[in-house]
């Protein structure tokens, strides 16, 4: 059973919400906003000082308020399987599988998502045949997106090399010598939901840190990243908010 390292309460206009401070061997901050009536969860680096907290908390205290909100107001949802007809996303948009057997092949035509593989009865290969469409999409659209992004970006910033794979906690990071890795499952996401992982991305290419500094320049190089950060959030997930 997890133990939460400090308890506390977040005052937000006119609602008090419940927050558990676990303190876990990582090295993000993340906060998980879990079903209604439930605390919200902060997770942080063992050794991460209280003022960087106290900062990301401060500067996160819309997103948490707007995201309990909308926790409390939506139905429980179970998350989609790998069946004929189920719904998964690609680029933002719903798509029901279409699956079929065949030597393994997904494409996107006629609004489904057409899968073939050698036991299309069998969730588990028709999940990964899925995860391999994802992968092998993921690279040549993140590219793409990079160029965008570095176009618009207020300085002049390049990253020496792209990864992509699939992560459990994070939509994506970034290494000292520059390189950007970036989740798999992020190309389920629309277009401006990517572009705003990827400009976070290019603000720690400069500020590694999540401090002023940082968030002056992502509010510089996305002046709406607020409100394409919430294009995260999964439906038939716990809200999230992963940093990177």
């Known amino acids: 059973m997890k133990r939460p390292s400090c308890q506390r309460q977040l005052e937000y206009i006119d609602r008090i919400v419940d927050l558990n401070i676990l303190r876990q061997k990582r090295k993000s901050l993340a906060i998980h906003i879990l079903s209604d009536g439930q605390p919200v ?3 942080v680096p063992l050794r991460c000082p209280w003022s960087e907290i106290e900062s990301f908390l401060e500067s996160r205290l819309d997103w948490i308020h ?3 909100l ?3 107001s939506r139905p429980r949802e179970i998350p989609p399987g790998f069946k004929d007809r189920e719904i998964h996303y690609f680029l933002g948009k719903p798509y029901p599988l279409k699956l079929s057997k065949g030597k393994g092949k997904v494409s996107v035509c006629d609004g489904f998502l057409n ?5 299309h009865l069998d969730e588990e290969k028709v999940s990964k045949q899925l995860d391999k ?3 092998s999409s993921s690279l040549a659209i993140y590219e793409e997106r990079i160029e965008v992004c570095v176009a618009d970006f207020p300085v002049f910033i390049r990253p020496s090399g792209l990864r992509v794979r699939k992560m459990k906690s994070r939509w994506g990071s970034c290494s000292q010598n520059g390189e950007i890795c970036l989740n798999t499952l992020l190309i389920q996401k629309p277009l401006a939901a990517i572009d705003f992982v990827i400009t976070h991305e290019l603000c720690h290419l400069i500020h590694f840190g999540h ?3 940082f968030y002056a320049l992502l509010d510089r190089a996305m002046p709406s990243w607020r409100e394409s950060e919430l294009l995260l959030s999964s439906k038939s997930e716990p809200f999230q908010h992963f940093l990177f």
């Open 211 to 213: 401090n002023k500094k």
């Open 66 to 68: 707007r995201a309990v």
């Open 41 to 43: 969860e902060l997770r």
């Open 115 to 119: 899968i073939q593989c050698s036991n």
């Open 133 to 135: 469409f994802y992968k």
């Open 70 to 72: 909308e926790v409390a």
